[in-house]
């Protein structure tokens, strides 16, 4: 018996939580490092996929990702596992967090 695919692209989901009651993320030594809060900062939860169009500078480019706002309230957003901090204007939401994560 064969398998046949009737389509081109296959959805990957994967199941990611909506996070924990953790809201300090902490270094390798276990010290204490960002702070996250419990409400959206600025339209935005931990989880959310956005896009960002940075024009300029150190991480000039176009990037999709999961955001961490952090609670600092400087405007800036942690964007992916690179820990890329873009402000909000160049950020344009794509996914609200649902506790999946697609590919």
């Known amino acids: ?9 296959i959805l990957k989901v994967r199941t990611t939580g ?3 009651r953790q809201r300090c993320q902490t270094d390798k030594f276990g ?11 600025l339209g935005f939860c931990t989880g959310d996929i956005v896009r960002a169009d940075v ?8 990037f999709t990702a999961r955001v961490c706002p952090m ?8 964007i992916d596992k690179k820990r890329r901090s ?18």
């Open 1 to 9: 018996m064969a398998l046949q695919v009737l389509t081109e692209r």
């Open 18 to 20: 909506f996070g924990g």
């Open 31 to 41: 010290y204490p490092v960002q702070h996250r809060p419990l409400r959206p900062i």
């Open 55 to 62: 024009p300029k500078g150190k991480y000039a480019g176009s």
């Open 71 to 78: 609670s600092h309230g400087y405007g800036e957003f942690v």
């Open 86 to 103: 873009v402000k909000l204007e160049y950020l344009t939401p794509v996914h609200r967090k649902d506790g999946y994560s697609y590919a």
